[in-house]
T-cell receptor, first 113, second 114 residues
Framework: DGGITQSPKYLFRKEGQNVTLSCEQN?????MYWYRQDPGQGLRLIYY???????QKGDIAEGYSVSREKKESFPLTVTSAQKNPTAFYLC????????????FGNGTRLTVT | AQSVTQPDIHITVSEGASLELRCNYS??????LFWYVQSPGQGLQLLLK??????LVQGIKGFEAEFKRSQSSFNLRKPSVHWSDAAEYFC????????????FGTGTSLTVIP
């Protein structure tokens, strides 16, 4: 079955360390997205990519970086510059047309201490 | 600017009762509208979507939503709630004129009382 795989489910890091969250999709979708979810704040867009080797900043890109070297993969790096990195991170993808819905992975919960 | 408002942070209903979750959007053109459901610690699952045609759309799990352009609303309804419907519900609007971006409401948490 096609879908989006995020790994790992839980991730623990010490403050000051960079950490990379994995997102892989086999839906043949062109567009991929990273959202951050905090209690009571809904989903906030970090980065998105409409095509391989191209990506745009979302509303809260500071302290994060991404790459899109392959259509199937859109890894997110949380750098030490992110002041409050502990959160639930969701990866999503879509065909790329406005009326096509987002498909979500099951998320990665990152805890930084 | 595009935005989505879910005015109810938390709703409690009895099992078997009807449910309506409110969603209002702000968008200049015809919006693409979605409702998603999220169980704790999981990703979001699409319940239904609207982008044209009949303003009453049917979704999975017995949910429906009605698009009302005059009220800029897209409320989610279910005639009879089941205990398994307890979850977080998100309304979203998609756009095609700003690079296929999606804007989400802050969510409504649903508690179902037996």
């Amino acid at each position: 079955d096609g879908g989006i795989t995020q790994s790992p489910k839980y991730l623990f890091r010490k403050e000051g360390q960079n950490v990379t969250l994995s997102c892989e999709q086999n839906l043949n979708h062109d567009a991929m997205y990273w959202y951050r979810q905090d209690p009571g704040q809904g989903l906030r867009l970090i980065y998105y990519s409409q095509i391989v080797n191209d990506f745009q900043k979302g509303d809260i890109a500071e302290g994060y970086s991404v790459s899109r070297e392959k259509k199937e993969s859109f890894p997110l790096t949380v750098t030490s510059a992110q002041k409050n990195p502990t959160a639930f991170y969701l990866c999503a993808s879509t065909i790329g047309q406005g009326h096509s819905p987002l498909h979500f992975g099951n998320g990665t919960r990152l805890t930084v201490t | 600017a595009q935005s989505v408002t879910q005015p109810d942070i938390h709703i409690t209903v009895s099992e078997g009762a009807s449910l309506e979750l409110r969603c209002n959007y702000s968008y200049g053109a015809t919006p693409y509208l979605f409702w998603y459901v999220q169980s704790p610690g999981q990703g979001l699952q699409l319940l239904l979507k609207y982008f044209s045609g009949d303003t009453l759309v049917q979704g999975i799990k017995g949910f429906e939503a009605e698009f009302k352009r005059s009220q800029s609303s897209f409320n989610l309804r279910k005639p009879s709630v089941h205990w398994s419907d307890a979850a977080e519900y998100f309304c979203a609007v998609g756009t095609s004129n700003t690079g296929n971006q999606f804007y989400f409401g802050t969510g409504t948490s649903l508690t179902v009382i037996p």
